[in-house]
């Protein structure tokens, strides 16, 4: 992809003064793929992107007025270029404003030596995070949150110097435009070093303004069955969630592995997977255990009821603030309500077919993923009786997550009877009771126990029958 963006980019800007800076550098350095393209021209930029654009075949349009950015987009959404004018009148001058020294080399469009005044290469060969300069945290206080998302993203250490620098500068953070933030930190939750990224925001004190939400759980005591406080429980629920994104086999066993893979690598909303939403669900299932905390008389922790239902509600609370989707924030709002649904069927095991079926529509649209949450949820649950309470509820979730992979799809079937038809031929007004009578249809039909339309209404005539 990268190669297409950069002919394409060679071919309708030759002879500009030009070149390639930032990410693409940098990844080629890695080896890493990459899509995206930033460019820098010493003329202007709105030119260069239209023409592009018009040499390409695809659609260009303004990024920032401030900095004069445009961003072109490749057929088919292939790849895409930004285009920068050069800040500060030089190239050295722009290299010299950036974030990071591996975010800060260039080079020329039409070929020849990478520009690396800042020693970013050295840097990359060190899995070294460096600042250019302490005021490149001044410029934005977003680049502090940059810090950890490229330390977890490219497997990088921060110097110390850069760490210090960026600390002082966190408070700014709440300056910066939410949508901005968020983009950041889906990236941090993303990266397959999340817990590292995490903690690194932690070293920089940054969530408690980011997400303060899980900040506000450390020292957070649970009960007997809990082994760690609520903040290091949640981060343990993070990192056995991710471990089922990796390798679902391992715990659910082969006949689920594949089928779970897929389901957790579907794109969900965001630019993320159903499987990196997943995390945020982990990080923020707890969120109302503070408030809820209750106490036996001796002053023991009995637990935190109602934690679940308002626990929806600051999920839903932090994801507005952040400004993600309706989408995004109505799905991690269900996970945190439904979190201890599967919990619950263990003590009704072995589960009949309408049991599930109950469970099913109480959770759907979520039914596969807060599954998949609350496994996650007891593997890190290691206090008292742990091993045997683990047993059972893995034994409840094989038999429950064939079913709830396959849940949407029976969902979807048209109705052995429609409502309208049974009212008339039940005689019955359409109102609550045959939205009811309905339902009990359905659970009758997941059950095994009616397959037709005849079934449905015979058995509807004695439901009605028997008041």
């Given at each position: 992809?990268?190669?297409?963006?950069?002919?394409?980019?060679?071919?309708?800007?030759?002879?500009?003064?030009?070149?390639?800076?930032?990410?693409?550098?940098?990844?080629?350095?890695?080896?890493?793929?990459?899509?995206?393209?930033?460019?820098?021209?010493?003329?202007?930029?709105?030119?260069a992107a239209r023409t592009l654009a018009r040499d390409a075949g695809g659609p260009a349009f303004e990024l920032s007025g401030e900095f004069g950015a445009w961003r072109v987009i490749g057929p088919g959404r292939r790849w895409q270029v930004d285009v920068t004018p050069l800040q500060g009148g030089s190239l050295s001058e722009d290299l010299a404003r950036r974030d990071f020294t591996i975010n800060a080399m260039a080079e020329p469009l039409a070929g020849g030596e990478v520009v690396d005044p800042h020693g970013g290469a050295q840097d990359l060969a060190a899995r070294r995070l460096r600042m250019v300069s302490p005021g490149c945290f001044d410029d934005d206080p977003l680049r502090v949150l940059r810090l950890a998302r490229f330390a977890s993203e490219l497997d990088l250490e921060p110097d110390p110097d850069t760490v210090v620098a960026a600390a002082q500068r966190a408070p700014r953070i709440v300056d910066v435009a939410a949508e901005r933030v968020f983009a950041e930190l889906k990236r941090v939750v993303a990266a397959d070093r999340v817990l590292d990224g995490l903690a690194l925001m932690?070293?920089?004190?940054?969530?408690?303004?980011?997400?303060?939400?899980?900040?506000?759980?450390?020292?957070?005591?649970?009960?007997?069955?809990?082994?760690?406080?609520?903040?290091?429980?949640?981060?343990?629920?993070?990192?056995?969630?991710?471990?089922?994104?990796?390798?679902?086999?391992?715990?659910?066993?082969?006949?689920?592995?594949?089928?779970?893979?897929?389901?957790?690598?579907?794109?969900?909303?965001?630019?993320?997977?159903?499987?990196?939403?997943?995390?945020?669900?982990?990080?923020?299932?707890?969120?109302?255990k503070p408030e809820t905390q209750a106490r036996h008389e001796d002053g023991s922790i009995l637990g935190f009821p109602g934690h679940a239902d308002l626990g929806a509600e600051r999920a839903r609370a932090a994801l507005t603030r952040l400004r993600t989707s309706e989408k995004l924030r109505a799905h991690v709002a269900l996970l945190a309500r439904h979190h201890l649904g599967l919990g619950y069927l263990v003590h009704?095991?072995?589960?009949?077919?309408?049991?599930?079926?109950?469970?099913?529509?109480?959770?759907?649209?979520?039914?596969?993923?807060?599954?998949?949450?609350?496994?996650?949820?007891?593997?890190?649950?290691?206090?008292?009786?742990?091993?045997?309470?683990?047993?059972?509820?893995?034994?409840?979730?094989?038999?429950?997550?064939?079913?709830?992979?396959?849940?949407?799809?029976?969902?979807?079937?048209?109705?052995?009877?429609?409502?309208?038809?049974l009212a008339r031929e039940l005689g019955i007004r359409p109102g609550p009771a045959l939205g009811a009578l309905l339902a009990q249809l359905e659970e009758a039909r997941f059950a095994g126990e009616i397959a037709t339309r005849d079934d449905a209404v015979a058995l509807a005539r004695r439901l009605v029958a028997e008041g």
């Open positions: 992809m990268t190669a297409q963006a950069l002919d394409a980019a060679r071919a309708a800007l030759a002879g500009e003064p030009a070149w390639v800076v930032g990410g693409a550098v940098r990844d080629a350095l890695l080896g890493r793929p990459t899509a995206d393209v930033d460019l820098v021209v010493a003329g202007d930029a709105r030119t932690d070293r920089l004190d940054l969530t408690r303004h980011v997400l303060p939400e899980l900040s506000g759980l450390r020292g957070v005591e649970q009960n007997r069955y809990h082994h760690l406080d609520v903040h290091d429980h949640t981060l343990e629920v993070l990192a056995e969630t991710v471990a089922l994104e990796r390798d679902p086999g391992a715990v659910l066993g082969p006949e689920l592995a594949e089928p779970i893979r897929d389901f957790l690598a579907q794109p969900f909303s965001d630019e993320l997977t159903r499987g990196e939403v997943l995390r945020f669900g982990a990080l923020l299932h707890d969120a109302a009704k095991a072995p589960l009949d077919r309408r049991t599930i079926h109950q469970y099913l529509v109480r959770t759907a649209p979520v039914e596969v993923d807060v599954s998949l949450l609350s496994i996650a949820d007891r593997l890190a649950t290691r206090g008292r009786k742990a091993g045997e309470a683990i047993a059972k509820h893995l034994e409840v979730a094989r038999v429950v997550l064939p079913e709830a992979l396959d849940y949407a799809a029976f969902a979807a079937q048209p109705a052995l009877v429609r409502g309208d038809e």
